[in-house]
C-alpha cells in the first residue's frame, strides 16, 4: 500500500511565524501535491512537483513555497503565516508512469494561525 | 475536465451493499471515472477508477455505462466504518502529472446500525 505521511494532524501558530509542513512518501513516486480544502471551496492545488529540486506553481501559491531536496519529501512553506491560511492542508503524491495512475493521499495537517 | 453530478447524501443499512451514482454526460473519450471518500478529518482516500470496463477491487465494484455518461460505486457489504463523502471525479488522461482534481461536493453516504 502506498503511504503518505504528514508530520504533524494538527498545528496552531502564530500569525506571521514560519511554518514548515512536512510530507513523505514511500512509493517512490515522482509527483508530489500540496492542496489546502476548505469548507464549500474543495480541493486547491498550491504547488507541485514531478521530479527533485523542481517544482510548479498550482492555482493558488501565493504566500507558499515549497522545497523537494529528496525524492521522498515534499515540505509546504509559509514564510509568514497569515489568519487567511488557517486551513487543511493535504500532500498527494502518484507515479507519472502508465495511463491513470491515482493520486494517494496523506491524512492532512489541520493549521490554525491566530 | 468533465463535470460530475451526484445526490448530495445517501442512507445504507449495514451489511447491504450500497450504490453510489454519478452521471457524468460530458465525459470525453480519453477521460477516466476515479473515486475517492474522506472520512471525516481525514485525507482522501482512493477506491477505484476505470476507463470503460467494470472494475473490481478489494473494496469497490465500479460499474460504467455503455455510453460512458454515468457510472456507479457499488460496497458490496457497507459497514460503520464506510460512512464518509463519496467523490466521483473524471481526470484526463496525464493529469497525475499536474494534480489537476476537482472535488465536488460529492456524496454523504451515512451507514446505519
Known amino acids: 500500500d502506498v503511504k503518505v505521511t504528514q508530520s504533524s494532524r494538527y498545528l496552531v501558530k502564530r500569525t506571521g511565524e514560519k511554518v514548515f509542513l512536512e510530507c513523505v512518501q514511500d512509493?517512490?513516486?515522482?509527483?508530489m501535491f500540496w492542496y489546502r480544502q476548505d469548507p464549500g471551496l474543495g480541493l486547491r492545488l498550491i504547488y507541485f512537483?514531478?521530479?527533485?529540486?523542481?517544482?510548479e506553481k498550482g492555482d493558488i501559491p501565493e504566500g507558499y513555497s515549497v522545497s523537494r531536496e529528496k525524492k521522498e519529501r515534499f515540505s509546504l512553506i509559509l514564510e509568514s503565516a497569515s489568519t487567511n491560511q488557517t486551513s487543511m492542508y493535504l500532500c498527494?503524491?502518484?507515479?507519472?508512469?502508465?495511463?491513470?495512475?491515482?493520486?494517494?493521499f496523506g491524512n492532512g495537517t489541520r493549521l490554525t494561525v491566530t | 475536465d468533465a463535470k460530475t453530478t451526484q445526490p448530495p447524501s445517501m442512507d445504507c443499512a449495514e451489511g447491504r451493499a450500497a450504490n453510489l451514482p454519478c452521471n457524468h454526460s460530458?465525459?470525453?473519450?480519453?477521460?477516466?471515472v476515479y473515486w475517492y471518500r474522506q472520512i471525516h478529518s481525514q485525507g482522501p482516500q482512493y477506491i477505484i477508477h476505470?476507463?470503460?470496463n467494470n472494475e473490481t477491487n478489494e473494496m469497490a465494484s465500479l460499474i460504467i455505462t455503455e455510453d460512458r455518461k454515468s457510472s456507479t460505486l457499488i460496497l458490496p457489504h457497507a459497514t460503520l466504518r464506510d460512512t464518509a463523502v463519496y467523490y466521483c471525479?473524471?481526470?484526463?488522461?496525464?493529469?497525475?502529472?499536474?494534480?489537476?482534481?476537482?472535488f465536488g461536493q460529492g456524496t454523504t453516504l451515512q451507514v446505519k446500525p
Open positions: 498527494a503524491s502518484s507515479s507519472p508512469w502508465g495511463l491513470d495512475s491515482p493520486l494517494h
Open positions: 476505470g476507463l470503460k
Open positions: 471525479i473524471v481526470r484526463v488522461h496525464g493529469s497525475s502529472n499536474t494534480g489537476k482534481l476537482i
Open positions: 512509493m517512490d513516486h515522482e509527483n
Open positions: 460530458t465525459i470525453s473519450g480519453n477521460e477516466y
Open positions: 512537483s514531478y521530479d527533485v529540486k523542481m517544482k
